[in-house]
């Protein structure tokens, strides 16, 4: 799996603990509706973009109380503006990625000004492309992500090496074309099947990759 010229990073839960925040926002959210949001089936959606994860929390009610809008607007009213912490071993191994000449990405469902405040810009100049909520028509588990990285990187979906921990993003790399290697931050191994390789720490990755 070492032929690999670029490695495509997810963002939340990823690169970023940010997880147990965004869910407990959309909870929140929910709650004021009456809707109830375990956390096992947020992790299991994660990876959806905003606009699409609240139709989807709505879709069961009989009497619509909110648009998916007006919903995703409270949930990132609620959120706020958080400075996220990044897992330990990211920067040492993006700085390892750029010695030897791997290009990198971002490829997330949030929003361009959400992945601002979400990364430190030490981090995130360490990227050679960041793709965001609004560059692509469909979200994980669709392709469309994966591919527009690899596009914009100039390789080919078999050249790279994409870092998930959401079962639907694990989806989307593998429908891409693209090697998959799955983090266990978020949900248990049994979820990440698809993955060519699971492991538990994302310093762990260079051994697939460099």
Avoid at 68 to 75: F, I, V
Avoid at 170 to 197: E, I, M, N, P
Wanted: aromatic letters at 6%.
């Amino acid at each position: 799996m070492r032929d690999v010229r670029a490695v495509l990073f997810d963002l939340d839960g990823t690169l970023v603990k940010s997880i147990e925040l965004h869910y407990q926002a959309w909870a929140s959210a929910l709650m004021e509706l009456g809707i109830a949001l375990s956390y096992e089936r947020y992790t299991l959606l994660e990876g959806t973009r905003g606009i699409d994860l609240a139709s989807m929390f709505l879709s069961a009610q009989s009497e619509k109380k909110s648009s998916p809008e007006q919903l995703l607007h409270r949930k990132e009213e609620l959120m706020g503006s958080p400075n996220f912490l990044a897992y330990d071993g990211v920067e040492n191994l993006l700085l390892k990625l750029r010695a030897s000449g791997i290009k990198t990405a971002i490829v997330t469902a949030a929003l361009e000004r959400r992945v601002k405040t979400s990364v430190s810009t030490n981090i995130l100049n360490l990227f050679d492309v960041v793709v965001t909520a609004e560059k692509c028509s469909a979200s994980k588990p669709d392709p469309a992500p994966y591919l527009k990285a690899c596009e914009l990187l100039g390789i080919q979906p078999s050249q790279s090496m994409v870092v998930e921990n959401a079962p639907l993003g694990v989806a989307s790399a593998k429908a891409a074309g693209c090697k998959c290697v799955a983090l266990t931050t978020t949900v248990a191994r049994s979820a990440l099947g698809q993955a060519d390789v699971v492991v538990d720490h994302i310093s762990m990755v260079e051994d697939y990759v460099l």
